[in-house]
């Protein structure tokens, strides 16, 4: 396999620090004008060998962008600090959206509960029982409105965690944001909506997975033109690794899915340079300290190398992967829980030292339930640590060289590679994903692990090594307002109540008129959400026209 491209970018470090740092430096000077370390040893900007570098591992900012994104990374301002929140009712959720602003958190990010992802109201029968439950109820505009209070939209970035419904919140969160007065091209955030990896990894689906393709192609195709700084699409590995596959598939089945959407939208005749810059990325960060680090650089690596080499884009801001990173919820445990902050601390150094530009770290309580604000604040305070105190911000890519980590990162990227291949040999995502290949593969990987726990071949500190009996949780446990979902239904009904019902007709009929077409469903939403239509409404619209999806049995 062919690793040695050409580097496009400088061929040593002086020039680097000539040409690519100093243009960075230009537009963000670094957070002080020089470092060193506490017993007050300089720190350069960079560390590298002063001769013609491996072009496998570059420069950062520069092709392939092994070593970071940006030539300074976190020496001119460290990543974005991104907790998530999202439970009960928006003003619920609006309320520890605050704490966590007053608290040092630099981003929102908002889990939407299951009625919401899956396109359902919260009046609807099958809706009921899980209002607020897993995150925030969202029916109409007016909850995003709430949602959204005295947060200004022109200042802080927000991400939203939903897929199969995400064309709609995509579509309200525009409006809201245009409603504080935020200018379309002032308008920053990201939504998750990835759809293939639910049908690998979550669940949560609504159509069959080539319509629900074509959706997030219109996402992306809208937002480029209406909120351009917006990115529509968070392709993500993190749920594929929390369902059990190993850091290979995380790797091939996420930047496949990428692949996907963007040569999906370029047969639509989009350019790739108009598509890929707004995809971002959501990686996992398991326990495998080195390896992490090394996936992230690999991530990075082979991203550059599939946009330039096998899609064809121009553009430098084609190649560079934007990456958010979250611990790995799977690695939590209900045993002694306070293991867990130990374990959040690692693997957030391991993103941290990969070059995440985003970071949430999990809470100690997340194996039970919604996290408490005390436990959110411990996990706050665990980045404001590591970004403060720790000096990790003062290196770019401080593990480059290290022939370990170089040998994982190459390693990695070979693997993935080759089981991306595998992917498009077999007809691509979604074929991989209507025959089950993905789902079998993910499958197998988790079952041989848990066996391994089971077998104490690999350990869990507090489940199968060091355990303890068990006692009362340590700490309170969280719970919902019951008449939480009373007051959601009420609010719901009300804004039917009042709204126009033959101005939600037409629009819901637009929205019908460009499924059956094929054309992009987007604007129709937007004007429907003006007209205070709701999710259930939009999405049952499209399930009309594109059917449901029943996945095929791999066991």
């Given amino acids: ?31 002080k004008p020089a470092f060193s370390t506490l017993s007050g040893i300089p720190i350069a900007d960079l560390y590298a060998d002063a001769r013609p570098v491996d072009p496998r591992i570059g ?28 439970f009960g009712t928006a003003e619920n959720t609006n309320e520890r959206y605050k704490y966590l602003l007053a608290h040092g958190e630099t981003g929102l990010s908002t889990d939407f509960d299951l009625p919401t992802l899956l396109g359902y109201d919260s009046d609807h029968p099958i809706a009921v029982p899980e209002i607020g439950k897993i995150g925030v109820a969202v029916d109409t505009i007016d909850d995003v409105r709430l949602l959204m209070k005295d947060i200004p939209l022109g200042e802080v970035s927000t991400s939203y965690t939903i897929n199969a419904s995400a064309f709609v919140l995509m579509g309200m969160y525009e409006v809201v944001a245009k409603e504080q007065g935020v200018a379309a091209d002032r308008i920053t955030g990201t939504i998750q909506n990835d759809i293939l990896k639910e049908y690998t990894a979550q669940n949560e689906y609504i159509y069959p997975p080539a319509e629900a393709v074509k959706l997030v192609v219109d996402t992306m195709e809208y937002a480029a033109q209406a909120m351009p700084r917006y990115n529509p699409v968070s392709v993500s590995g993190y749920h594929i690794r929390d369902a059990g596959s190993n850091a290979i598939q995380e790797l091939a089945f996420t930047l496949g899915a990428a692949h996907c959407y963007v040569t999906e939208a370029v047969k639509r005749g989009l350019s790739p340079d108009f598509v890929a810059p707004r995809v971002s990325f959501f990686w996992n960060i398991q326990n495998d300290f080195f390896e992490e680090i090394a996936k992230f650089r690999a991530a990075r690596r082979l991203w550059a190398r599939m946009m330039r080499d096998w899609v064809g884009a121009k553009d430098p801001r084609s190649w560079m992967m934007r990456a958010h990173a979250q611990n790995s919820g799977a ?23 990969g070059g995440t530009q985003s970071l949430h770290t999990n809470s100690k309580d997340e194996a039970f339930q919604i996290p408490s604000e005390g436990a959110i604040k411990i996990a706050v305070r665990t980045q404001q640590i590591l970004a403060l105190e720790s000096r990790v911000t003062d290196v770019v890519d401080p593990l480059a ?4 980590v170089e040998h994982l990162t190459d390693r990695l990227e070979e693997e993935a590679e080759s089981l991306i291949r595998e992917v498009l040999g077999r007809g691509g995502m979604v074929r991989s994903i209507e025959d089950g290949f993905i789902q079998r593969q993910v499958a197998d990987t988790s079952a041989a692990f848990q066996q391994a ?15 303890d009996e068990e006692g009362e949780l340590p700490f309170e446990a969280f719970r919902l307002d019951p008449g939480l979902a009373e007051r959601q239904i009420r609010r719901t009904q009300a804004v039917r109540r009042s709204r126009s019902a033959a101005e939600v ?21 937007v004007s429907a959400i003006r007209a205070q239509a709701t999710v259930g409404e939009m999405c049952d619209v499209l399930r009309e026209v594109y059917g449901g999806y029943r996945a095929p049995i791999i066991f």
């Fill in 401 to 404: 060289g290290s022939y370990y």
């Fill in 331 to 353: 690695s939590l445990t209900a045993q002694q829980p306070d293991n867990n902050i130990a374990r959040t601390a690692v693997q957030a150094l391991a993103g941290i030292l």
């Fill in 1 to 31: 396999m062919e690793l040695q491209d050409p580097a496009q970018g400088s061929p040593d470090l002086e020039t680097w620090r000539r040409t690519t740092l100093a243009a960075s430096l230009r537009k963000m000077p670094q957070r």
């Fill in 59 to 86: 420069f950062p900012g520069e092709y392939p962008y092994t070593r970071g994104v940006h030539p300074t990374m976190y020496r001119a301002r460290p990543w974005t600090i991104r907790q998530v929140a999202g």
């Fill in 453 to 467: 726990i089971e077998a104490k071949e690999e350990h869990v500190v507090g489940v199968n090594v060091h355990v």
């Fill in 505 to 525: 007709g037409r629009t819901l009929k637009e929205i019908r008129q460009a499924a059956e077409t094929g054309k992009n469903v987007m604007p129709a939403v």
